[in-house]
Structure formats: C-alpha cells, structure tokens
T-cell receptor, first 113, second 110 residues
C-alpha cells in the first residue's frame, strides 16, 4: 500500500511570497488532514476534509491560508502572502474515516526568509 | 490552550529496560487516545491507541494505560530497543478533531 505522498519536501521563500503544497492520500481514504508543526511543538490541525467537503477549518488563518480537495482525492494547501511565523513543517495525513488513526506523509519543511 | 501535555521533553533508558512516556490532558470529552512515533525528517507513524472505555491496550512490546479520573495516559515499552529511539507524540480526540502533545524524545542507550 502506497503511503501519503507530499511535495515538495523542502521550500524556501521570502516573506510576502506565495507557496503551495500538494498531498495525495492513501487510496480509499475519505478523510484528509493538513497540520502545521512548528519546531518544538506538536502538530496543530489546520483543516480537515471528508471527501471534498470541509469538516473543520477553525484553526486555519483564512486571511492567508487556503486549501482545497476538489475531487475528493488529492489536496493543495496555499499560503499567500507568507509571514515569518509560517516557518514550519506542513504535514498531510489521511484516514479511512474520522476518529481513526491517521497515516502521515513526510511533510514539507517551509522556511521563510 | 494546550489540551494535551507531555511534560517530559526527553527521556533516556538503557536497552532492555522499560521506557515509560507520560501524557496528561485537560478535556474530559476526549474519548480516543493515540501514540505516534516520529523519526527525524519523517512523518509521525501510528503506534497504538486506546478507547476511553478501556484502561489498557497491549500490542507486543507496547502497552498504553489510561487513567480517566486523573486524565492521564502512559506508554510502556518493554523491553526497550535502540530502534525505539524517536520522538513520541500522544494525541487525543473528541470525535473528529485530534489534539497532539509536544512530544517526548526517547533515547535508548545500547
């Protein structure tokens, strides 16, 4: 079984630029999560999708972050414009349904200069 | 507000001995608890979970204990092996939303 795929693995941009991350979940997994993990902290949920619908985006900074999962499979997370405090690892995870163990990708490490 | 706390940032244990990792939570509505293991430059990997209707779940060398009255869970690894050296995150859920602790870095000394 192929795992959760994320790209790119690393990204360096300057503040005020935009960036996008891509995630392809495990086949058949209806639930997809995006997490932000700042150094020294645990993952923090940004947004959760069930198929192509948003279940929870209460912690997503909507003035600069957006995410979509148009066909209920892969997903993109965008930041525009980026701020210095957005430097973090962005993790994508998926599960067959909600309230089940999640399978994580290896993340995208974002550095803002 | 940190609803899930891991107060020990690091732990060192001799190979073959028991490793005990602790986690405290504040929300009494949490009904599902998990432990994840994370190696550098990789995403977290699911290790073991427990439902709030149980107080113990075992899987090989890994056992998770849940004390609901104390809002405390722990992960026991027996015997500890050098390959267990990683960061361990506990997580708790109230249905769909998961909350993670800040992690404990375990080092198993050969």
């Amino acid at each position: 079984e192929a795992g959760v795929a994320q790209s790119p693995r690393y990204k360096i941009i300057e503040k005020r630029q935009s960036v996008a991350f891509w995630c392809n979940p495990i086949s058949g997994h209806a639930t997809l999560y995006w997490y932000q993990q700042i150094l020294g902290q645990g993952p923090k949920l940004l947004i959760q999708f069930q198929n192509n619908g948003v279940v929870d985006d209460s912690q997503l900074p909507k003035d600069r972050f957006s995410a979509e999962r148009l066909k209920g499979v892969d997903s993109t997370l965008k930041i525009q414009p980026a701020k210095l405090e957005d430097s973090a690892v962005y993790l994508c995870a998926s599960s067959f349904s909600g309230n089940q163990p999640q399978h994580f990708g290896d993340g995208t490490r974002l550095s803002i200069l | 507000d940190q609803q899930v706390k891991q107060n020990s940032p690091s732990l060192s244990v001799q190979e073959g001995r028991i490793s005990i990792l602790n986690c405290d939570y504040t929300n009494s509505m949490f009904d599902y608890f998990l432990w994840y293991k994370k190696y550098p430059a990789e995403g977290p990997t699911f290790l073991i979970s427990i439902s709030s209707i149980k107080d113990k779940n075992e899987d090989g060398r890994f056992t998770v204990f849940l004390n609901k009255s104390a809002k405390h869970l722990s992960l026991h690894i027996v015997p500890s092996q050098p390959g267990d050296s990683a960061v361990y995150f506990c997580a708790a859920s109230t249905g769909n939303q998961f909350y993670f602790g800040t992690g404990t870095s375990l080092t198993v000394i050969p």
